[in-house]
């Protein structure tokens, strides 16, 4: 399809866009082997941003095989309930992977957290993976499941004391990897943390090139990202980090 | 709803996952005003991150009104083909607002550029806008609009050529602010933008609360974010801008 674009747009804008994707799907892996398997968790009331970084990333690199999969094709929705989205993979079809990642959410955490089919298949399928990883309050998904038990971990800043809990111990760092745990703190933080396990399972250059792609080379105008680095008044506006229950 | 749970979930995450979203609720506009209404357009084919960068942080700030809309209520396939979504509400029945957001996408920025439905909807609603504002690609259908003539603006490093065929000027920043276009680079660049647009529009204390809450404290594990910074072998491997038709 593409290749019968060509310049063709009332502007030309045909072939020129679609070549950073050709240049994308013609790149040949670091290394030949088998395609790296990488499986999103999706459920209803995930935040968007804790799985479209990761994914924004992770599907333009060669070698990569992606799937966003839930326990049903079922259309969801956000937990800002604005978004609506849906898997294209079932869970049950799926019985090993090489990366499993879990984003966080709103309730939704909770009510996953909730469901038997998920948290078994969450265990089943970490028993096969190289990588077992969150993003935000994922990390209270996999600490539910009994995977962080006795490790260091990381979460969104405002339920860290949920990871003590579960028997984790909150890091406040960007990303924690703990023998195959890999965790990050919140929302945003998934883009850094995929970019360093692109680099650690097929190199540096793969992780590089994916970063040029996105052009993520990030300058916010504002130091307010952390609870270390936000004033004070910011900090007492947004409130702070949410009890533990012991 | 939210708060009926309290703590009531097998690990009480009911409260303390409620808890930021409410705070986010309860918070009032800096200022005493109506709703700002900022609307992002959505098409077939959109770069996912371009618009869920910017929505992650404009959903959390109180006073914001956000629509994500398009030509139709169809599920439309993101650039990768992966991921669905859906606009929740219609351009033909939007005929004003305060922020105009275009994401990019690959070859649905051609497509959406030859939509005279939609070009019109774009000129005539920006008309009403006090900004207009781009992501990525997105700069070239506000580019295809006319919106950029004559204007410094900045688009993905790999189409900054584009920009030159419809009379605008390529600069190489993060975001470009011309009169009341702001204009971002790609992909990512569109957290960074709506940060500093939001402070504009609200004041510095609901950006830097906005990041906060996603925890934006980029620490990316590599520096080839950009083409200025990245090494030699990954802007060859990725490939060079493209050329502009003239």
């Given at each position: 399809?593409?290749?019968h674009?060509r310049?063709?747009?009332l502007?030309?804008l045909?072939a020129?866009?679609?070549?950073?994707l050709?240049i994308?799907?013609?790149s040949a892996?670091?290394?030949?082997?088998a395609p790296?398997?990488?499986?999103?968790?999706?459920y209803?009331?995930?935040?968007?941003l804790?799985w479209?970084?990761p994914?924004?990333?992770?599907?333009?690199?060669?070698?990569?095989d992606?799937?966003l999969?839930?326990?049903t094709?079922d259309f969801?929705r956000?937990?800002?309930g604005?978004?609506?989205y849906q898997?294209?993979?079932l869970?049950?079809?799926i019985d090993?992977?090489?990366?499993?990642?879990?984003?966080g959410?709103g309730?939704?955490v909770r009510?996953?957290s909730n469901d038997?089919?998920?948290?078994?298949?969450?265990?089943?399928?970490?028993?096969t993976s190289?990588?077992?990883a969150?993003v935000?309050t994922?990390?209270?998904?996999l600490?539910?499941?009994?995977?962080?038990r006795g490790?260091p971990a990381t979460?969104h800043?405002?339920?860290?004391?949920?990871?003590?809990?579960?028997?984790?111990t909150?890091?406040?760092?960007?990303?924690v990897?703990?023998?195959?745990?890999w965790t990050?703190a919140?929302v945003?933080?998934?883009l850094?943390?995929t970019?360093?396990?692109?680099g650690?399972l097929?190199?540096?250059?793969?992780?590089m090139k994916?970063?040029?792609?996105?052009?993520?080379d990030p300058k916010p105008?504002?130091h307010?990202g952390?609870w270390s680095?936000?004033p004070a008044?910011?900090?007492?506006a947004?409130?702070?980090?949410m009890?533990?229950?012991?």
């Open positions: 399809m593409r290749n674009v310049r063709r747009g502007f030309g045909g020129l866009l679609a070549a950073p050709a994308a799907a013609a892996p670091a290394k030949t082997m790296l398997k990488v499986v999103i968790l999706l209803p009331g995930t935040t968007m804790d479209v970084g994914y924004e990333l992770l599907h333009r690199v060669p070698g990569i992606l799937v999969a839930a326990k094709r969801y956000s937990d800002s604005m978004v609506v898997a294209n993979a869970i049950r079809d090993r992977t090489d990366v499993l990642l879990v984003p959410g309730m939704g009510d996953v038997a089919e998920v948290m078994g298949w969450v265990r089943r399928v970490d028993a190289r990588i077992t969150s935000c994922g990390a209270l998904i600490a539910r499941a009994g995977l962080l490790r979460t800043w405002a339920l860290q004391n949920m990871l003590g809990d579960q028997g984790a909150y890091v406040d760092e960007r990303w990897v703990n023998d195959k745990y990050s919140g945003s933080a998934g850094d943390m970019l360093a396990l692109i650690h097929l190199g540096e250059a793969e992780a994916a970063q040029l792609k996105i052009q993520y105008p504002f307010a952390s680095t936000a008044a910011i900090r007492e947004v409130g702070a980090p009890p533990g229950r012991s």
